[in-house]
């Protein structure tokens, strides 16, 4: 496994994002303890990882217009998950789970534009190597796929984590393509961003290809993520 592909990528919407808080299992910027007590009932893993301190929460403040926060976002989540990588087979390596905050606003979008894109083109990426990614708006009330209403966050956040290849690709059902790949998912260290571009305008274009026909606009793709679980 290689990071050199993030590292040498230009990155000229550096500060988009502004850290407020390294990783932790205990932000102090956002009350987010209560949230995720609650949604123990909704996800088999959780409560172990919490107990573990496994589960942890970076988080940024948004600093620039929505290009370039985006942008910093799909960075944030890479680090995350080449971070994750060499933990995954590890003791408890399926228990981990790297959270990515946003708090902050931008200018004529909304969180969930904002997660969109970012989310879309890492899911595809890191999908193949057993790496997880959702996306959750803060205030948004979701639905399990048995119907009960689960807790809206108190704060949007991109989780990271392990795939898990017996329940994951069910919640993938409109992106068979992509389910395939997590159902084969063999990290063998490859380096993700070997054939795709470096800039997140190019990196956009590259991955509509990879949407779905009937989808919502391009501009702001809303792939599905698992409602029914925290770490989904």
């Not at 040498?8 to 949230?35: C, K, M």
């Not at 998950?81 to 390596?93: D, I, K, M, Q």
Request: aromatic fraction near 8%; proline fraction near 10%; include cysteine.
């Amino acid at each position: 496994m290689t990071t050199d592909g993030i590292s040498a990528a230009p990155r000229p919407t550096a500060g988009a994002l502004r850290l407020i808080e390294a990783s932790t299992a205990r932000p102090r910027s956002v009350d987010i303890s209560h949230y995720a007590r609650q949604m123990t009932d909704h996800c088999p893993y959780l409560a172990p990882s919490l107990r573990r301190g496994l589960t942890s929460w970076t988080v940024y403040q948004a600093d620039g217009d929505a290009e370039a926060v985006e942008a910093e976002l799909f960075y944030a989540g890479a680090q995350a998950a080449e971070w994750l990588r060499p933990l995954l087979n590890r003791p408890h390596g399926l228990l981990r789970c790297e959270n990515i905050v946003l708090l902050g606003e931008v200018s004529g979008a909304r969180h969930r534009d904002l997660l969109a894109w970012p989310h879309w083109v890492l899911k595809n990426l890191y999908g193949p190597v057993g790496v997880m990614f959702g996306k959750f708006s803060a205030g948004e009330k979701k639905v399990t796929m048995a119907g009960h209403r689960i807790p809206a966050p108190p704060a949007s956040f991109l989780p990271v984590r392990a795939a898990v290849r017996r329940r994951d690709p069910r919640f993938l059902s409109a992106t068979p393509d992509l389910a395939a790949a997590l159902i084969a998912a063999d990290d063998d260290g490859r380096d993700v961003f070997e054939h795709i571009p470096t800039e997140w305008t190019e990196i956009r274009t590259w991955a509509r290809h990879l949407l779905p026909p009937a989808k919502p606009s391009p501009s702001s793709p809303d792939t599905p993520a698992n409602p029914s679980r925290f770490r989904s």
